[in-house]
């Protein structure tokens, strides 16, 4: 084969392909989270938390959330750098439900201040 057709299947196979994933990403959904500690059903599920800030316990590499739900939720966030966020600031998580301790915790994956 000529390398011009190789070149124009490879382009068509990709416009599609971004097609195909564009169609996909529009009906992922995050889920709300709930608190049904007793049923664990959020366990490993991708949740959406919106909610006011209570307290920030900054550490080294990591740092410890506590968001004002239904009730306290603790949101870990993983980084290096410092978080730029205060007490009674309203933010929206996006993260992953796992348990620590018999209690549920979201790994968050990203943090937006709503204001």
Known sequence: MKETTLLKIALICSLVGLFVLFIISTRIDLKSYSQDIVLNKNIGDDVQLTGKIIKINQRENVAFIEV????????????????????????????????????????????????
Do not use: C, H, M, W
């Open 68 to 115: 004002s739900y239904e009730n306290p939720v603790t949101v870990v966030v993983f980084t290096k750098d410092r978080l730029n966020l205060k007490n009674n600031e309203t933010i929206e998580v996006i993260g992953e439900v796992q348990e620590y301790k018999g209690k549920n915790e979201i790994i968050a994956q990203k943090i937006k201040v709503i204001r």
